[in-house]
């Protein structure tokens, strides 16, 4: 998911990691020299268009590098959250770093997420704007409920339940989307799925060249 304007400043302290608040949060791969970056997937690839399979092995180095390289692509790409199939990689496992609209950051992993979402009576939906790390340089309104709990698991295998309410809550549906196949372009009319694809082929060679720019500064 495209970060945009919604990330928090640096004056803002507020952070919940792992679902728990903290005084600090941890630096990330960008400033430990942890992880490597690895290319996004673009939609039309058919990984981006299946169910991802779930993790069974936890608790090893390879599941551990495969997080930091997720976490230092997220943030090369100025992304919100990034799901394993949008680096080529077939599990079910997202990463995020993400305000909600409290101003509070939320940062994390988790694994072989369920989405929970509130019973349709319940729910409100709010039409925001949405970008996505797979449809580089597009940009359009999708209607997401604002509030999303996930249950899963954390690179341990340890439980784990993520709870987020307005931008934040975008971002956990819009990575279990991915993992179950699905972009927002899906969410999309058919016009307003041509007019994203029309905007990702204006821009996206921008957005590559910043992202292959910033790796570069980062000697990656």
């Known amino acids: 998911m495209s970060v945009h304007h919604r990330r928090p400043g640096p004056v803002d302290r507020r952070v919940r990691v792992q679902g728990r608040p903290t005084d600090a949060c941890p630096a990330p791969p960008t400033g430990t020299g942890r ?4 290319r996004v997937t673009v939609v039309g690839e058919e990984i981006l268009s299946r169910s991802c399979q779930e993790v069974t092995a936890f608790g090893s180095p390879e599941l551990a590098t495969l997080i930091d390289d997720m976490f ?6 100025d992304g919100a959250g990034l799901a394993a199939n949008q680096v080529d990689v077939d599990l079910r496992l997202f990463v995020y770093d993400c305000p909600d609209d409290y101003g509070i950051r939320h940062v994390g992993h988790i694994i072989n997420p369920v989405l929970d979402l509130p019973d349709p009576g319940d729910r409100r939906l709010v039409d925001d704007f949405e970008g996505c790390l797979s449809v580089p ?3 359009m309104a999708v209607p997401r409920t604002d509030h999303a709990v996930v249950r899963g698991l954390d690179k341990e295998g340890e439980p784990l339940v993520i709870e987020g309410t307005g931008y934040f809550a975008r971002c956990l ?3 279990s989307d991915h993992l179950s196949g699905h972009t927002y372009l899906d969410r999309l009319s058919d016009k307003e799925r041509k007019d994203a694809l029309r905007q990702m082929a204006k821009h996206s060679e921008d957005v590559f060249a910043r ?5 570069a500064g980062l000697g990656r």
């Open 211 to 215: 992202r292959a720019a910033k790796a």
């Open 72 to 77: 230092l692509t997220m943030y090369v790409a």
């Open 35 to 38: 992880g490597s970056v690895r």
């Open 137 to 139: 340089g597009a940009g």
């Open 173 to 175: 549906q819009h990575e």
